[in-house]
């Protein structure tokens, strides 16, 4: 498709701009001389008609959870209501400075607040922050929490490990090696879980925690949960949970009683804002009594029925963003919360548990399903063995053929080929068997036709990329010299 300054005519436009209230002049005195544009801006010079019909094209190359299923697996888009970015939309939020005194910023401080004291009770644990922009930034806090507790403790010195299953999300231990723990590798058992004998051959006084992806990146949950926090809690070291998960099992069980010093949630994922293209997302960390100390500063607190800002927190970590976090992501997940209500909540994690465990069985004769047992809301089945010479990334490919965006692929790392499908909880089963109908039809030509899958997608506005080339040697603009 033609870029954008490929269309139009010298001197056409698509709007026009109202006349100056001041001479030119007058108005240019105003920038100062070195500040002041030498030359015109090179924008696009189309028509009104050109100008939509060039971005509509464009958005129709685009595929969305506004267009079809998208069932990622771990870093799942799903629908969320529209609705909610109609309410952080409003005026009152997004006209608000962050500089503005405590007094004048008294709703916005309550909606901090209350989406506080609601994410405590979800998770089952005394303390939170709202601060980290991510589910990676979360984890990074935790992991500095974890450390400057142990500092404060005077354990740090010999507390250096971060125990890590091998069934976690990639970017904790990247977390935890960022903030200078040493990662140890904790394998997973035949059962897709933490091997209880591994773990207790690797405690002693030099583990700082564990971190624990909950569910796993195979989509089961620990069903030993308790004795592996037991475990660790008993070697003295803490235990982290990435919750990004948290649509497996949200408004039925909470990590506090798992014995989880540290939850994070993704606001992003599991409570309204679209997950992936770079955010603005939210991290927020739950935990457990002993860490408050060392949250971030600052603290809302409630006074009678006004809510005040607390800097005074000697311990604390300090700041890891600024301001409040992305204060528009928490209004969204306020605004989820209160539309769900408890009930609400607990039938999003029954319908996204029931749609993967579907899936599952329909998928599981034809598929390879290395860990086959019952699923929370996710599962990962192999591409290997499917058909001589076919490999996971033909299957992805010509599933987009079919109108389906692929689920994730070659991750989590324990499974050979891997397909990683998570279909969340808003899908309808016409859709489900749909994509079931697909993934049969592509087994089948798999056999009977593999060029098919081979030369696949056929149907896109691009055919097979060369991935690494994209990834290197990334084109993102068009150089102006190539266009004037
Ligand atoms: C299980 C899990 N942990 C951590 C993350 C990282 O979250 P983020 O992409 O917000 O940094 C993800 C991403 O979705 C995830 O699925």
Redesign the pocket.
């Known amino acids: 498709m033609p870029t954008i300054y490929a269309r139009g005519q010298k001197g056409r436009k698509a709007l026009a701009l109202p006349e100056l209230s001041r001479p030119e002049e007058e108005l240019l005195r105003k920038i100062p001389e070195g500040m002041r544009r030498r030359e015109p801006p090179r924008l696009p010079e189309v028509s009104q008609p050109e100008l939509i019909r060039h971005y509509t094209a464009l958005s129709r190359l685009n595929y969305g959870v506004d267009t079809g299923f998208y069932p990622l697996g771990?870093?799942?888009m799903k629908y969320n209501p529209k609705l909610h970015e109609d309410l952080a939309r409003l005026p009152g939020f997004t006209g608000l400075h962050p500089l503005l005194p405590e007094d004048e910023v008294q709703g916005a401080l309550a909606v901090l607040w209350e989406l506080s004291e609601y994410l405590k009770g979800i998770a089952g644990m005394p303390g939170i922050t709202l601060e980290p922009?991510?589910?990676?930034?979360?984890?990074l806090t935790g992991m500095f929490l974890i450390k400057r507790y142990f500092e404060d403790h005077g354990e740090l010195e010999r507390r250096r490990k971060i125990l890590l299953p091998d069934s976690?999300?990639?970017?904790?231990p990247a977390s935890a090696a960022m903030a200078g723990f040493q990662v140890v590798s904790i394998p997973s058992d035949r059962r897709g879980m933490v091997d209880l004998e591994a773990l207790k051959r690797n405690l002693d006084e030099t583990v700082a925690g564990i971190m624990l992806?909950v569910p796993n990146?195979l989509g089961i949950f620990e069903e030993d949960i308790l004795t592996v926090t037991e475990l660790v809690h008993s070697a003295g070291g803490l235990c982290y949970f990435?919750?990004?998960?948290l649509n497996a099992f949200l408004g039925r069980a909470r990590p506090g009683d798992m014995g989880a010093d540290i939850f994070?949630f993704?606001l992003?994922?599991t409570f309204s804002t679209p997950?992936?293209g770079g955010?603005p997302?939210a991290?927020p960390l739950a935990v457990s009594e002993p860490l408050i100390p060392y949250l971030p500063v600052p603290e809302i607190v409630k006074e009678g029925e006004k809510f005040r800002l607390n800097f005074d927190k000697p311990k604390s970590i300090g700041r890891v963003h600024p301001y409040f976090g992305n204060f528009l992501v928490m209004v969204k997940a306020l605004a989820y919360i209160l539309t769900l209500g408890d009930a609400g909540m607990a039938e999003v994690s029954a319908a996204a548990v029931l749609a993967a465990n579907y899936l599952r069985v329909r998928l599981k004769g034809t598929y390879k399903l290395p860990y086959d047992r019952l699923c929370k809301h996710e599962f990962v089945l192999s591409g290997e063995g499917l058909a001589e010479g076919i490999r996971t990334l033909d299957i992805a490919k010509r599933l987009i053929d079919y109108g389906f965006h692929p689920p994730t692929i070659y991750f989590p790392l324990i499974v050979r080929e891997a397909l990683m499908i998570e279909p969340t909880e808003t899908e309808p089963k016409e859709v489900l068997d749909a994509f079931v109908e697909a993934m049969l039809k592509i087994a089948e030509e798999a056999r009977t036709n593999p060029a098919l899958l081979k030369e696949a997608p056929h149907h896109a506005p691009v055919r097979r990329l060369d991935e690494a080339r994209a990834v290197r040697e990334p084109v993102l603009r068009e150089p102006f010299s190539q266009v004037f």
Do not use: L, Q, V
């Open positions: 771990s870093c799942t922009a991510a589910g990676a930034h979360g984890e976690a999300h990639g970017t904790n992806t990146t990435d919750g990004a998960n994070h993704n992003h994922k997950h992936g955010g997302g991290g």
